[in-house]
């Protein structure tokens, strides 16, 4: 079984060590944290046959059918798409299991994730099963967003803040994992991760430094006028459109903070800090937020995956952040 998270420690000890545990919790905090992980060690303990000093045995029946993700007493609901919601149908299925007889004598345990994914009707569903869960059943509602949950599903749930790492245990933790990188580019891509070491890992896996730097190399061209906006937008086809927005969201709230405050040291990541700190100098903070306004309203139609020409769309993005620097 995966070790406890060094920064888990002292809630695990809390968790695990519960005489009677809760119907439902409600774990939350930011995204790569290692909620998920959390919850799957409870989700293991709860089902044990022979738990060994609070965990799970590894072992038993039980312990075995989880393995192989075959134990008819546990449930795993998420969005059928990454980034749609739960929906009602979903939901339905889920209450339907809640109201089974475990079939291995035990607890029944179902994990839920993420928590704010379900629409109204979905929500609604799920409140009965929250405040009268049939039989020994426990509920691990796992949520990135909590402010984003109806105040009657948080209502039933024993919540949970999850402890989030210091920078330097993030660090460690990556290079106990990333030895092949240096320092320096461990720090990087704990901060493109927002200090969340988990999500740092799945960012190296998905070859986010070598994508980074195709983009912010492409940012310094445009603005030094060595390449255009429609050229860079051709080039740029291959990139994630979500990242490109959530980096160029970003930067648009790092010009506008410097501009307010005039901190250096809160310009980000170290490769766009001069390109941020000239186009705060040269920019008003007027172009910035209509920006920062268009780019927050078309991020939300790439999540909702609206029918959008891509090319067209980052073009209209380039053009707008070169005519950055300047008067207007």
């Not at 079984?1 to 002292?10: E, G, H, I, N, S």
């Not at 379900?118 to 099963?129: G, P, R, T, V």
């Not at 580019?185 to 200090?195: D, I, S």
Request: charged share 20%; glycine share 6%; proline share 5%.
């Amino acid at each position: 079984m995966t070790d406890v998270l060094p920064w888990q420690v002292d809630l695990w000890r809390q968790l695990a060590g519960r005489a009677q545990h809760a119907h439902a919790y409600l774990l939350h905090g930011p995204a790569g944290i290692g909620k998920r992980l959390l919850a799957e060690q409870l989700m293991a303990l709860l089902l044990c046959q022979r738990p060994v000093e609070a965990r799970a045995c590894g072992e038993c029946k039980a312990c075995q059918l989880l393995a192989a993700q075959t134990h008819p007493d546990h449930y795993v609901l998420e969005p059928e798409e990454v980034d749609k919601a739960i929906r009602v149908d979903q939901v339905r299925d889920l209450v339907g299991f809640v109201t089974q007889t475990a079939q291995l004598g035990g607890r029944k345990v179902i994990l839920l994730e993420p928590a704010e994914a379900m629409n109204l009707n979905a929500a609604n569903a799920l409140l009965k099963s929250l405040e009268e869960p049939s039989g020994d059943t426990v509920l691990l509602l796992i949520s990135h967003q909590p402010s984003r949950l109806l105040p009657t599903i948080k209502s039933r749930c024993v919540q949970q803040a999850c402890p989030l790492p210091g920078r330097q245990q993030s660090l460690d933790w990556l290079a106990a994992r990333l030895p092949e990188l240096g320092p320096e580019l461990r720090e990087q891509l704990l901060t493109l991760a927002a200090g969340s070491p988990l999500a740092a890992l799945k960012l190296h896996e998905q070859k986010v430094l070598e994508l980074r730097a195709q983009v912010v190399d492409g940012v310094k061209k445009l603005l030094k006028q060595q390449q255009s906006a429609s050229q860079l937008a051709e080039g740029w086809n291959a990139l994630p459109l979500i990242l490109l927005f959530d980096w160029f969201c970003e930067w648009a709230h790092l010009i506008l903070r410097y501009q307010m405050a005039g901190d250096e040291a809160e310009l980000g990541a170290a490769d766009m800090q001069k390109v941020l700190q000239y186009l705060a100098q040269k920019s008003s903070q007027q172009k910035v937020i209509a920006l920062q306004d268009w780019l927050l309203e078309h991020r939300q139609k790439v999540l909702g995956k609206a029918n959008l020409n891509r090319v067209l769309l980052l073009e209209a993005l380039l053009v707008q952040w070169a005519t950055l620097p300047g008067a207007g």
